[in-house]
């Protein structure tokens, strides 16, 4: 489970969308909770929702730094505590918070990827 999530993060790391494709499942769903003023929140499904959903979140937000803080990992989920450090493009305004990220496992793909943030955090740093 480990090795799958780990090829995950690299992936969208990089940009790779077919090591990306290889992570995920057909149904795949993308869930970033936060504030609709957040043009990266929301719903996003399947591979072209992944592409969608970072080509919004990178056009607002440089990623500085990520740190994994504990992992809680059962047969079909897998909950990730970050501290995380952000940088607005247009606001030049940074941000250091902590997120979650929770993904659920089936087949030995990734069927939902869910990141639980300090979404007012982000919305007033966008501003």
């Known amino acids: 489970m480990s090795n799958l999530i780990d090829s995950f993060y690299a992936a969208i790391k990089v940009g790779d969308a077919n090591a990306l494709t290889l992570c995920i499942a057909p149904e795949f769903v993308l869930?970033?909770?936060?504030?609709?003023?957040?043009?990266?929140?929301?719903?996003?499904?399947g591979a072209q929702g992944v592409f969608d959903f970072f080509a919004a979140l990178?056009?607002?937000?440089?990623?500085?730094?990520?740190?994994?803080?504990?992992?809680?990992?059962?047969?079909?989920?897998?909950?990730?505590?970050?501290?995380?450090h952000w940088r607005m493009k247009a606001s030049g305004k940074e941000l250091h918070a902590l997120a979650a990220n929770v993904f659920k496992i089936e087949n030995e793909r990734i069927a939902a990827y869910t990141v639980i943030n300090n979404s007012a955090a982000f919305d007033q740093a966008l501003r």
């Open 31 to 45: 869930n970033w909770q936060g504030v609709e003023s957040l043009p990266w929140a929301g719903r996003w499904e």
């Open 58 to 84: 990178n056009g607002h937000v440089q990623v500085l730094e990520v740190e994994r803080l504990q992992a809680f990992t059962n047969d079909e989920t897998t909950m990730i505590l970050l501290r995380g």
